[in-house]
């Protein structure tokens, strides 16, 4: 009996206006070399999609940006990747910034409207019908790319407004040629989950299997938003910071509807910091109400979780503390345990609590260079905390929020949760957070407790979201 074999695909969804700009420079001939176009797709894909991740915490940040290491390159893409970089920064697909010794190098995609106008310039070029040259495209049996149905671009009376919400859906063939970059990711993560510890491999297959969002709700969120923003927009900048947010939001969305079998979900350890990152992890708050019985869940989150680990780590200082670094530990613990620290930091500063969460960030994850006259305030109250905190920075600004992140990791992931797997709850984690079934609340409060006194002393304060 001959055996059956499955044709597996991969699914890719890029703006319209940056595809039609790339398939129309190629249709000219623009491209000097012999390529495959699965690697231009996968590059701009890999701008727009990590750029989300990287990016999350100012989603309308006006460009879509992500470093790509050369090294990382040549492994996904080949020797050849030069020359598809070459070709997509020459002809203005994408843009990167200037390249220094040792750093790697950032590479960004244009304003949308850019696209348009670099496209329409090339039709009168080159005498190009426009309305002719339009897809749905289709290459032999390997690709075919298709549009996105929108609906609401009904709603959007401005033709220039209306380009921003129109996607295709590219529908890819693997094969044995093209596997290593347009699966290696999920491969990869699947390699991680396979040989994690027992309760990270549980919650790794956990995740794939149930971790789902109402799609269609989802999508109508934010098309809703940017209908409603856009409409307000009185600028480009604002405009395009509107449309930076939405596909930001669109790409996180799209990667997790069918995303085990387009390979698009995420499991996997952030070597730096070894915080376990997923679709979720990179997910707007805005959105978790869509995730699929969400409405059955709890989500509960360590208050001040950030300031909280430092008082872990200055837990270390304190047996050869002098009296003086005493009293300030003393003095930062209770405000950090008992999640009043930003209120803390309100008296200090004279300024609101989210003020005084940014002004945190700043300080604490910042150069100890920048921002002196903000540091020279907390260095005021604080002089033997502020240098430890700038001890953490002295080789690599970096090194500080790293090493907050990895107690973090430590006592979520290696803490509560193999407690909570051991106890057949598996959860879903958000870094300093946990989401568990409702029915699981009260034993879920328990582990969390006894996990944190054991690193704190004390339990702090846990708050249900």
Same mark, same amino acid.
Do not use: M, W
């Given at each position: 009996m001959k055996k059956t074999?499955?044709?597996?695909?991969?699914?890719?969804?890029?703006?319209?206006?940056?595809?039609?700009?790339?398939?129309?420079?190629?249709?000219?001939?623009?491209?000097?070399?012999?390529?495959?176009?699965?690697?231009?797709?996968?590059?701009?894909?890999?701008?727009?999609?990590?750029?989300?991740?990287?990016?999350?915490?100012?989603?309308?940040?006006?460009?879509?940006?992500?470093?790509?290491?050369?090294?990382?390159?040549?492994?996904?893409?080949?020797?050849?990747?030069?020359?598809?970089?070459?070709?997509?920064?020459?002809?203005?697909?994408?843009w990167n910034d200037n390249y220094y010794v040792g750093k790697t190098t950032y590479y960004y995609l244009h304003q949308l409207d850019y696209y348009t106008i670099d496209s329409n310039k090339l039709y009168i070029l080159?005498?190009? $019908? +426009? &309305? #002719? *040259?339009?897809?749905?495209?289709?290459?032999?049996?390997?690709?075919?790319?298709?549009?996105?149905?929108?609906?609401? $671009? +009904? &709603? #959007? *009376?401005?033709?220039?407004?209306?380009?921003?919400?129109d996607w295709y859906r590219i529908k890819i063939l693997i094969d044995s040629k093209n596997k290593r970059y347009l699966t290696s990711g999920y491969e990869r993560d699947s390699v991680f989950i396979n040989n994690a510890p027992k309760h990270i491999k549980k919650m790794g297959g956990y995740f794939r299997k149930h971790f789902k969002l109402h799609h269609e709700e989802a999508l109508r969120f934010i098309e809703e938003q940017y209908n409603k923003n856009i409409g307000l927009a009185t600028t480009d900048d604002y405009r395009n910071r509107i449309t930076q947010k939405y596909t930001s939001r669109l790409s996180s969305i799209l990667a997790i509807d069918n995303g085990k079998n387009n390979k698009t979900l995420k499991f996997s350890k952030n070597k730096a910091n070894n915080r376990i990152d997923t679709n979720l992890t990179f997910l707007a708050s805005e959105l978790r109400q869509f995730i699929v019985g969400y409405e059955e869940m709890a989500h509960f989150d360590l208050k001040n979780s950030q300031p909280v680990m430092f008082t872990i780590l200055l837990k270390e200082h304190y047996k050869n503390a002098n009296t003086a670094l005493k009293l300030e530990i003393d003095d930062y613990y209770k405000h950090t345990t008992e999640g009043k620290w930003y209120e803390r930091l309100q008296k200090l500063y004279c300024n609101s609590r989210e003020e005084s969460k940014d002004l945190w960030m700043r300080m604490a994850y910042s150069e100890n260079k920048?921002?002196?006259?903000?540091?020279?305030?907390?260095?005021?109250?604080?002089?033997?905390?502020?240098?430890?905190?700038?001890?953490?920075?002295?080789?690599?600004?970096?090194?500080?929020?790293?090493?907050?992140?990895?107690?973090?990791?430590?006592?979520?992931?290696?803490?509560?949760?193999?407690?909570?797997?051991?106890?057949?709850?598996?959860?879903?984690?958000?870094?300093?957070?946990?989401?568990?079934?409702?029915?699981d609340k009260d034993k879920t409060l328990e582990i969390m407790g006894k996990v944190l006194k054991q690193h704190l002393g004390v339990i702090p304060v846990i708050s249900e979201e």
């Open positions: 074999t499955y044709k597996k695909y991969r699914i890719l969804y890029l703006p319209k206006v940056i595809l039609d700009n790339l398939l129309l420079k190629l249709h000219i001939g623009l491209a000097d070399f012999d390529y495959n176009i699965e690697i231009f797709l996968t590059i701009i894909n890999d701008i727009l999609t990590k750029s989300s991740i990287f990016n999350k915490q100012n989603e309308d940040y006006l460009y879509h940006f992500v470093p790509l290491d050369s090294r990382y390159l040549k492994v996904k893409y080949g020797n050849t990747y030069p020359d598809y970089i070459r070709f997509l920064v020459n002809q203005g697909i994408i080159y005498n190009i $019908n +426009k &309305e #002719i *040259s339009n897809p749905p495209y289709c290459f032999q049996d390997c690709i075919t790319i298709t549009p996105v149905s929108n609906e609401n $671009n +009904k &709603e #959007i *009376s401005h033709q220039k407004n209306r380009i921003y919400n920048h921002f002196r006259k903000e540091k020279n305030v907390f260095k005021n109250f604080y002089p033997e905390i502020n240098a430890i905190l700038e001890s953490y920075k002295v080789k690599n600004h970096g090194d500080f929020s790293n090493k907050l992140t990895q107690i973090e990791s430590s006592v979520f992931i290696d803490g509560i949760c193999r407690e909570l797997v051991n106890q057949g709850i598996i959860p879903y984690t958000i870094h300093d957070s946990v989401i568990v079934p409702k029915k």
